[in-house]
């Protein structure tokens, strides 16, 4: 079975540009997370979709990030413009509720993002 | 809102020693307790997961943690460590309920083996 999958891997930006990252999920997920994660630190959730629509973005920073995920597979995530403090990586997770509030998020490799 | 605390930073072992990572966690409602690895260069992976039933929960390589539900912990052991168990581990939580699947992370656990 095909894994979480982000491109790209990596992205070199100077500030005040824009930048996007695309998240493909485990096929069958219906729910999909946007996840940040500093040097350092574990990581924090910024926006979670179920099916098209997004239940929880409240860790968004919606002044200069922005996600979609048109038809309920894969979604794109866009920073403008990126900001010296956008550096971080980006996780994208899915997941599929077994049931009972038991589900379990399966973890994309990320894209490592540096703005300079 | 729920936080998670991993007390270890940094733990260095030589092989075969016994490991425990601690994690406690803050809210004392209904939750999922998991813990993820990362390897160096790869991406979080799913070491074991608690939801219900037994606290003693086994997971991938020969790890285990237990549920102390008084205790507000999901420690992570294993009885003898390789060289290859050298990663990141993070303690991670979701409060059941609410409709609430956002999970909380620890800030992790770098681990280092030494052979």
């Known amino acids: 079975e095909a894994g979480v999958v982000q491109s790209p891997r990596y992205k070199i930006i100077e500030k005040k540009q824009p930048v996007a990252f695309w998240c493909n999920p485990i096929?069958?997920?219906?729910?999909l997370y946007w996840y940040r994660q500093n040097l350092g630190q574990g990581p924090e959730l910024l926006i979670r979709y179920e099916n098209e629509e997004a239940v929880d973005d409240s860790q968004l920073p919606k002044d200069r990030f922005s996600a979609e995920r048109l038809k309920g597979v894969d979604s794109t995530l866009k920073i403008q413009p990126a900001e010296l403090g956008d550096s971080a990586v980006y996780l994208c997770?899915?997941?599929?509720?077994?049931?009972?509030?038991?589900?379990?998020?399966?973890f994309g490799p990320g894209t490592r993002l540096l703005v300079l | 809102a729920q936080s998670v605390s991993q007390h270890n930073h940094h733990v260095i072992l030589s092989e075969a020693a016994s490991l425990e990572l601690g994690c406690n966690y803050s809210?004392?409602?209904?939750?999922?307790l998991f813990w993820y690895v990362q390897y160096p260069g790869q991406h979080l992976q799913l070491l074991l997961k608690?939801?219900?039933?037994?606290?003693l929960v086994k997971g991938i390589k020969g790890f285990e943690a237990e549920f102390i539900k008084s205790k507000f912990s999901f420690n992570l052991r294993k009885p003898s460590v390789q060289w290859s168990d050298t990663a990141e581990y993070f303690c991670?939580?979701?409060?059941?309920?609410?409709?609430?699947?956002?999970?909380?992370f620890g800030t992790g656990t770098r681990l280092t083996i030494i052979p």
């Open positions: 608690y939801f219900s039933g037994d606290p």
């Open positions: 991670a939580v979701n409060d059941r309920g609410f409709g609430n699947e956002k999970l909380t």
């Open positions: 809210y004392g409602g209904t939750v999922n």
């Open positions: 997770a899915s997941s599929f509720e077994a049931g009972e509030g038991q589900e379990t998020q399966y």
């Open positions: 096929s069958g997920h219906n729910t």
